[in-house]
């Protein structure tokens, strides 16, 4: 049995690993990683790692010139056509405006089996615009989106990963068949539901996913994070003239605030888990009149299903409530959803195999100053980069998991076997979502902690194409272990649609601004150079 001081620094170290990436998680057992394949199948692997080394350059573009298009949600318009146009350059097929969804889209190549789902999530954080390699607040263009949270170099990860391996299985005459997709609208958890209603992953057998952080790591099982579902109310009352006839009126933002008051009232009495959130998106037009519509909008997470279901019923009520209060009228709308996520065992001791042969990159001297510089502007402690790979963590116990945050990967890690690759663009205790996220996501740190995830990727991947046992492997524990108890059932119904309209004002509003900005390679190395950047930039 472990002594008590054990536990508590294992507990400790996890969570502190599990802040860096973006999750709340309990303890875990470190399991081991899946030994070598075939001597023939490594040096395939050692091959792709050092072709996707050759490709650092064209790695670095694509990560900067989807940081300078800086999209949000639904509306990823440059980013979607910049990289469908490098994937159709290089022989992928191109399905567009997937599922509905006007930037949604995937890239296959290849044929036959297995049929390799490789994603990661493309849109950013309102407000974060900012300058990279700079230690502090300081936006390229003030209240305009930037990249926050790092989404701007997972799919150019996944695509020099794949034109790599693509160039290895031509040579090799390997078959299968490689399936890129972007995670559109991550931020509002607002598509990856609907592209599994469309069919996105109806034939495919395993499916890698990638995700910025501050280091390189892949976990399994669940237990970590919340699910959720996203909800606006809209209230609808009559208007009268506030002063002139307020008893004439109904206040639709009364039925708002009192929704809100009720809720936070209701939090005491909620467990410890949950995590729910609301900012009111209409809130009337002007003070003398009564306001006749408004809305709020609701996070309503959990970490299982039926607790989920459990507080988008609670929300549900306390609306209705807040409607007969005001003597309005309440409607809602669905406008996002996320399934707790459940990593598949197989396929993360695959990956962290390939992860622990990869290692972490050589951070220089510059790195390090930077990381240092807005650890310090942030009063946090001045760790600098990681330098350290994190063990393999797995088999979670649900009961020990307090929360966090949600990621709508989710849903397909209940549909296919999938597992996610943490790679090492970022720098550790910041605060995500925030300006302070953008400030290395167009460096070297996110260029080479790129290239180290893209490596990996690639070699994951070719251990998919030739070692079938791995797929079979991951198979078993998905229908075996993970879904034995537990069945998908979208939140999502039948007739719920993509919410793509959301920050279409905002884009609209920055787009002209921002288009002075979009990076130019064929005049510029790197963006901080066009942007006329020393790196770093750190307050002295
Ligand atoms: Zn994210």
């Known amino acids: 049995m472990k002594s008590a001081l054990a536990l508590s620094l294992t507990v400790l170290v996890t969570v502190g690993v599990a802040a860096q990436r973006g999750r709340g998680g309990a303890p875990s057992q470190p399991t081991a990683p899946t030994p070598p394949g075939p001597p023939r199948v490594e040096l395939l692997k050692k091959e792709a790692a050092a072709e996707v080394e050759a490709m650092r350059v064209q790695t670095q573009q694509m990560v900067d010139q989807v940081f300078s298009f800086a999209e949000l949600g639904f509306q990823e318009f440059e980013t979607s056509t910049y990289l469908t146009a490098l994937l159709e350059k ?33 849109d950013d954080i309102p407000q974060a615009s900012q300058k990279p390699g700079v230690a502090y607040h300081d936006p390229i263009i003030a209240g305009a989106p930037g990249h926050g949270e790092g989404h701007n170099s997972g799919v150019p990860l996944n695509i020099t990963a794949a034109l790599v391996v693509k160039k290895i299985m031509e040579r090799e005459k390997l078959p299968g068949t490689l399936k890129l997709w972007p995670g559109v609208a991550e931020e ?5 539901a609907y592209f599994i209603r469309a ?16 280091n390189l790591g892949a976990s399994w099982g669940g237990g970590f994070g919340t699910g959720l579902v996203s909800i606006e109310y809209t209230f609808k009352g009559e208007s009268a003239h506030s002063a002139g006839a307020p008893w004439r009126g109904r206040s639709a933002l009364d039925a708002v605030e009192l929704m809100d008051i009720a809720w936070n009232f209701r939090r005491e009495h909620l467990r410890l888990q949950q995590r729910s959130h609301s900012i009111i998106t209409n809130g009337g037009d002007l003070p ?16 299982d299903y039926e607790h989920i279901k459990e507080l988008r019923e609670i929300g549900d009520s306390i609306a209705k409530a807040a409607a007969m209060m005001t003597n309005t009228e ?12 459940h990593m598949n065992k197989t396929l993360a001791e695959t990956m962290y195999a390939n992860i622990v042969s990869v290692g972490l990159p050589a951070w220089d001297a510059d790195d390090i100053a930077l990381a240092k510089g807005i650890q310090k502007e942030l009063k946090q402690p001045q760790i600098g980069l990681a330098t350290q790979l994190n063990p393999l963590r797995g088999g979670l116990d649900p009961e020990q998991n307090m929360g966090g945050p949600s990621d709508d990967i989710g849903d397909v890690s209940w549909v296919v076997p999938t597992v996610t690759l943490g790679y090492p663009a970022n720098i550790p205790n910041l605060p995500g979502h925030n300006w302070a ?3 290395a996501s167009a460096t070297p740190i996110a260029h080479k902690g790129v290239t180290a995830g893209a490596k990996v990727q690639a070699m994951t991947i070719i251990d998919m194409l030739m070692r079938p046992e791995l797929v079979q492997g991951a198979w078993d524990y998905f229908r075996n272990v993970q879904t034995r108890d537990q069945k998908y059932i979208p939140f999502i119904g039948p007739d719920d649609q993509p919410a793509i309209t959301m920050n279409e004002k905002i884009i609209e509003k920055y787009r002209p601004e921002m288009k002075k900005y979009y990076y130019d390679p064929t005049r510029y190395k790197t963006y901080m150079e066009q942007l006329g950047i020393k790196y770093p930039t750190v307050r002295q």
């Open 90 to 122: 290089n022989g992928f097929k191109i399905e567009r405006s997937y599922a509905g969804v006007p930037t949604a889209w995937f890239a296959t190549w290849g044929s036959g089996k297995p049929v390799i789902a490789i994603g990661s999530d493309i």
């Open 437 to 439: 996220n953008a400030i």
């Open 199 to 214: 069919g996105l992953f109806r034939d495919v057998d395993v499916s890698l996913f990638a995700h910025v952080g501050s």
């Open 288 to 303: 003398n009149v009564v306001p006749q519509n408004a809305s709020v909008w609701y996070y309503f997470r959990e970490t």
């Open 330 to 341: 309440v409607s809602s709308r669905l406008l996002g959803s996320a399934w707790p996520q």
């Open 188 to 192: 509002l958890v607002g598509t990856k």
